[in-house]
Structures are given as C-alpha cells and as structure tokens.
C-alpha cells in the first residue's frame, strides 16, 4: 500500500497567518491527491482534488500543489472557522490511502 | 440537497456478523460508484470498500478482503456493507461516500458527499 505521511501533525497559527501542510507519498502518484477538511463530529469535506483544483465552493484562501510525491495544502490567510483536521488522500493506486491528519488550531 | 445516512451499526461480539445501510437522498446513486471508509482514532480514516456505478466492479481494503461484502439496489437508492467474522481491529466510525464524478469503475475520484457514520463495536 501507498504510504502517506503528513507533516506536522499540529499545528497553532494566528488569525490572518499563512499555514502550510505537507503530504509525502511512498511512491510516485502522478497528482492523484485530494485534501479534506474534518471539524469536529462531522464527515470529512473534500477541498480540493487532483492536487490543485479547487471544489467548489471552497474558499480562495486555500490552495494546493505539487505532483509525483510531494505536496502541500495552503492557507493563505487563516480564519477561526478553518479549526479542523485536514488530511490528504491519494488515489493513485488501489487501496486509497489517507495520510494520519494535521490538526490545525487557531491561537 | 444530497445527503447519506448510514444506518445498521452496534455492538457485537467477535466473529459475529452485521449489515450496515447507507440510504441516499437528493441523488440517484445509479449514476455514482460509493465507497466505505472507516474512521478510528488510532488508525484514522482507512478506505474500506468500493462498488463502481454499475455494481460490476468491488476492491476491498486489505484487512477486510474476504470478509466484508459492497452491494448496492438502486431501486431502493442504498448502498450496503455486509460484515462478517467481526475483529476487534473492526470497531470504527464507518461512512458512507459518494464519488464526486459520474460513471466511475474505479477508485481513482474523491468523494464529494459523506453521511455522518455508524459505529460499529467490536467486544465480548
């Protein structure tokens, strides 16, 4: 199976703070890659998918990037309601894998 | 609106056996393949099943090949999971997900609609 790793998994930022999280596959997934957000107590909520297209309706404000095995989530100006746990997907290969998470606070 | 809402989870003992339903609303899920994905705080999400649009196409996590069974009716617009030879390693927050694209025979799209889970426990 495709290993994916996330890093940090926490992290505090400002109101207003540009937060990026990163997601590194085992292998080469093309871009394949999908980001949700997870509040608390709800489903998962994709964001964006093939790396960089944005769903919509998702804010502006976040933003993806990077092929092949690295990739980062940004945020480019964090707001109160982006406290969530965002995790990356690749689906590249059979089974799909998720990274473990990256919890993301507002300080 | 489109909305899932699993339904069938409890607790049960080891080696048991239990059907989960995800019911659609809002959406025809003829069109759409679904997916299983469970949830733990350990483990995480962790993709469990997949049955493409047209039911012709099942792939199976590891952990579970061999013991849970994907079906779908569309007559009825629900998805099922049935679980047998339950593990303690099963106890989970399981959802429902719809992919987000038409017509797929292939786990390869995201998953644009969750339902809000069932939970399955897994004890003696």
């Known amino acids: 199976d495709i290993q994916m790793t996330q890093s940090p998994s926490s992290l505090s930022a400002s109101v207003g703070d540009r937060v990026t999280v990163d997601c590194r596959a085992s292998e080469t997934i093309s871009n394949y890659l999908s980001w949700y957000k997870q509040e608390p107590g709800k489903a998962p909520q994709l964001l964006i998918s093939?790396?960089?297209a944005l769903e919509t309706g998702v804010p502006a404000r976040f933003s993806g990037s990077g092929s092949g095995m690295e990739f980062t989530l940004t945020i480019t100006s964090l707001q109160p309601e982006d406290i969530a746990t965002y995790y990356c997907q690749q689906t590249y290969r059979i089974p799909p894998t998720f990274g473990h998470g990256t919890r993301v606070e507002v300080k | 609106q489109v909305r899932l809402k699993e339904s069938g989870g409890g607790v049960v003992q080891p080696g048991g056996s239990l059907r989960l339903t995800c019911d659609a609303s809002g959406v025809t899920l003829s069109s759409f393949a679904m997916h299983w994905v469970r949830q733990t705080p350990q483990k995480g999400l962790e993709w469990v099943a997949f049955i493409s649009f047209d039911g012709k196409n099942k792939y199976y996590g590891g952990s579970v090949r061999g013991r849970f069974v994907v079906s779908r009716d569309d007559s009825t617009n629900a998805i099922f999971l049935e679980m047998r030879g339950l593990r303690g390693d099963d106890t989970a927050l399981y959802f429902c997900?719809?992919?987000?694209?038409?017509?797929?025979?292939?786990?390869?799209?995201?998953?644009?609609?969750w339902g809000q889970g069932t939970m399955v426990t897994v004890s003696s």
């Open positions: 997900a719809k992919d987000r694209d038409t017509g797929s025979f292939h786990p390869w799209t995201p998953y644009d609609v």
């Open positions: 093939r790396a960089s």
